[in-house]
């Protein structure tokens, strides 16, 4: 069951960044122009996911999209690494009241997720 868990969260993180990759180089239409005559166009050949209201292609948009699901991605993750591991660091060689501190703090972030 894990397995299969880690599988298909490598999966979907690899299409996530396949798709950033490929972004850079080749989108089929431009995902920011307004096309008022392509306006909800289902899924065909010229536009494989269609379009929205405005008749932007939503397969370009979705290809962009993947960029910035990265970016958010790395930097919270390197943020949360930046101040997590000097503070735990910290809250195990010194323990005592820092230690209590730094487990409040948590305990805080835990319970109030949207922090």
């Known amino acids: 069951m894990k397995k299969a868990q880690l599988v298909t969260g490598i999966v979907l993180v690899g299409l996530v960044v396949l798709a950033a990759v490929v972004s850079f180089f ?35 948009r979705l290809l962009v999209g993947a960029r910035t699901t990265l970016i958010v991605g790395v930097i919270s993750v390197g943020l949360a690494a930046v101040i997590g591991v000097p503070l735990g660091m910290l809250a195990g060689q010194a323990g005592r009241w820092i230690d209590e501190i730094a487990m409040r703090l948590s305990d805080i972030v835990y319970a109030l997720p949207a922090l």
């Open 26 to 60: 080749w989108t089929p239409y431009d995902p920011l122009q307004v096309v008022g005559a392509d306006r909800l166009q289902p899924p065909s050949a010229a536009h494989w996911l269609g379009t929205d209201g405005f008749g932007i292609d939503i397969f370009s």
